[in-house]
């Protein structure tokens, strides 16, 4: 999962399957649309609904004054004119794309001829909606030094409370047709600004600053907070209307992009135009960017067990290998060590082969496994040993050639690992009893592994462990990915979530697994963990749950601590440690330590539970 900046190569990409399909401006079709004998305005081309009316059309002089220029990605400009109408529906702004470096300046009023076209970044199987634009413009400069239309303010009064409306059944849940209500919906308010010079006050960070040069606020304070100072996604009703991208228009070789963690403060005013892309969708690009204030947020540390208490842990460590610096083993290291306690077991995600990324045929992650316990160990903590099943080469879905998969680490001070036959890739693990009680027939072991659940996808690793006498049944998972989801921001509402019958299925293994074991031993110990990539409420999890045999232990949280990942200013849970009904008693703990930071081991929290079996 990410968000982006515009990058000139995808932003080239994307604009020739644009024009290929005809969706974009400029194409061959639409250059031959009449020019309008009639003087047109912004607001005429924006219109009262997310598609222009006059969409592939030819406009000759519209007028405007130039709010914003973007140098790089999507190259162009913002023209907004500064005499509205008294539709609050219809928009003053839009992007003129240039494709080349823009010659004009903010402050220029300008004329620009051209055609009218709805670009949808990230391509129309994305869902995403589109931006309004002229393209191929013809641009003449009337004066320079105009004073700006006065920002249009984006905060708690302006913003509605209701996210979107309910999509049209006859166009398949599309708005895109819908006449906008800025002032009942969050995501009309935000179309009927889109392209217009808009502005923010002191803001909250709710979503770090990535690689890509950008950050999330929230501009209504009291939305759903998060314990630490983001803002929960709680439910798929709750998507939190606040939420905005900040990027800016300074290329960040001249202006560096400000450092920010959740919690932290944008203070004064960011003002510019308002953008929509693929990697976020509404997003205001600065052209005034506020100042951050530093907050307090530092890493969680868990308690230690207690002697008699049974630790285990999950950790997505995103895509480990040997190849990696040598301080990203030590950070993580360090974080199992100091941050989550030393656990007795840790299930790890993301482990890939011995040569990482390097597409040969390795399957193997003996070299990645011993740097990283070499590490835990010099980090002061205990000499994990490990066990796991190998994956068939490019099995498995992931980076090609990485070959990821989970991992069992476990403190054989603490804790033994029951050998049974060591099963394979391609081997399923059963259950059967042994001396009465329930056992599996391979362990380590792969869950169903021929399952078309699992086909391109992380096939959940099982394991029987001994603590203080007491079995203790484990399953590390890595359920498959959210890629293909549409956006919140996309034009079908509700948005399609299409990776989720994928995970449906893997659930539902994973769940049919756990009772097998649970009617060999009804009081079984049994933990089912990992990197679930779906939320606490879904339908995965609850198939997960489904006739009481595993129970999803975040919900033990309270809301404002449930989450595990923050995903474009939305803190939500993605890892996840189920129990059976056996664990009655635990602590739980999502151990805050990477997902709200700018500076990241891993874009995932680590989880523990603790017990007495």
Known sequence: MRSSHPRSAAVAALVATALATGLLAGSADAAEGAVSADPIRIHDIQGTTRISPLNGKQVADVEGIVTGVRTYGSRGFWIQDPDADDDAATSEGVFVFTSSVPTVAVGDAVKVTGTVGEYIPGGVSSGNQSVTQIAKPVVTVVSSGNALPAATAINEYTVPAAYAPAGDPAAAGSINALTLEPSRFALDFYESVEGMNVKIGTSRVVGATDPYSELWVTVKGWENTAKRGGTIYGSYESQNTGRLQIQQLAPVAQQPFPVANVGDKLTGATEGPLDFNQFGGYTLVAR????????????????????????????????????????????????????????????????????????????????????????????????YQWRTVNPE??????????????????????????????????????VTTVDGTAALTHSPGRIDPANAAWADSRKPLAGEFVFRGKTVFVIANHFGSKG????????????????????????????????????????????????INDFEFSATADALADGGALYPAIRSLPKAERYSYVYQGNAQVLDQILT??????????????????????????PQVLRFRP
Request: cysteine-free; charged content about 25%; hydrophobic content about 40%.
């Open 288 to 383: 005034t960017l506020g100042t951050v204030k530093a907050g307090t947020l530092a890493p969680e540390k868990t308690k230690a067990q207690a002697g008699e208490e049974l630790a285990v842990a999950t950790y997505n460590v995103e895509n480990l290998d040997p190849s990696d610096p040598q301080e990203k083993f030590d950070a993580l290291a360090k974080a199992v060590v100091e941050n989550l306690a030393s656990p007795d077991v840790v299930a790890l995600e993301e482990i890939q082969d011995d040569n990482g990324a390097k597409n040969d045929g390795t399957v193997a992650a003996e070299q990645t496994l011993t740097k990283f316990t070499a590490a835990i160990t010099a980090a002061g903590g205990p000499a």
């Open 580 to 605: 059976s009904p056996a664990i009655k008693t635990f602590t739980y703990d999502s151990v805050h330590i990477n997902a709200e930071f700018a500076n990241q081991n891993s874009d995932h929290d």
């Open 484 to 531: 293909g989801d549409e956006g919140l921001t996309s034009h079908h509402q509700p948005p399609v979530r299409s990776s989720e019958a994928k995970r449906l299925l893997q659930a539902q293994a994973v769940n049919g697994f756990v009772k097998e074991i649970l009617a060999a031993d009804k009081k079984a110990n049994v933990i089912a963990l990992g990197d």
């Open 393 to 430: 080469n490019n099995k498995d879905g992931g980076e090609p050639g990485g070959n990821i998969r989970q991992v069992f680490l476990y403190n054989p001070a603490r804790v033994s690992f029951t050998e049974r036959a060591a099963g394979d890739a391609v081997t399923a693990t059963g």
